[in-house]
């Protein structure tokens, strides 16, 4: 693993580092660790964030209004890519919502694919360790998790699917990606069995299938002028009657519609900090 940069921000430092990945097929991948300011023997709990299509491990510190309300809170956050990037498979970088810098955060299964399409895996698992070997002030018992849009779903996904994190909250997710059309293209290309397989990566079937589970712990705003939620790509409708079926009150899956806003990093910015606040009580619990 390498520093390929690191930069002060808000008094403490965003460092991006380079690694090979296993999981990614034997790829280098890039990511972005912030780290507070810090004292002797302090130690960050963790919060990751996945962005959506076409963006990188850079769209979020960049344009996400984070990393200020971050190192007020006194979390460290971790930025991965969206995808693996440079696998040369046909077809790789002839549309903007399959393949590079759109990965979907599953591993995937299909011929095709599968040897370098793995971000489930990389982000819940290599991830961790990577950054654990940093030997950086961090906490790693204690991670939450947020995404946007594509890295929404991955979000709420990675929770669904997981023990490991405290917390998941999302901008604009895809909440039904086996009825919408960018999930739908995804799970038929990735994935052996199509979108029958997909069901696994959605976040309103896991939601279901959760109930009873104790720690649930969601928050999710989109825009009500978002043109991807009007194009029926994101489907907050069905999170929330999952929500309804499996018996999860307002405190546990919390989903709100944001009058005017649109998928842009203007309606992010707007929420961030809301997000970073409702993990750091998690975090901090
Ligand atoms: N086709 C367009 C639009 C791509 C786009 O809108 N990407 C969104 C995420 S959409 C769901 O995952 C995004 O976050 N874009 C970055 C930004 O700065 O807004 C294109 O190719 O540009």
Redesign the pocket.
Known sequence: MTEVSSNKAFGGYITKYKATSESLGGLTTQFNVFVPAHTEGQKFPVLYYL?????NED?GPW?GNFLSIAAAEGIAMIFPDTSPRGAEIVGEEDS?DIGTGAGFYLDATADKWAKHYRMFSFVTKELPKLVNDLQLPLDMNRQSIMG????GHGALTLFLATLQYRSASAFAPVCNPTKSPWGIKAFSNYLKGGVEEGEKYDASRLLEKAKGRSNVALLIDYGAQDQ?LKDGQLLPEALSQAAQNAGFNENQVNIRKQEGYD???YFISTFASDHIKYHASHLRA
């Open positions: 962005a959506g299509l076409t963006c769209t344009k903007w946007h849009s594509m890295g991807f998928h842009s990093y």
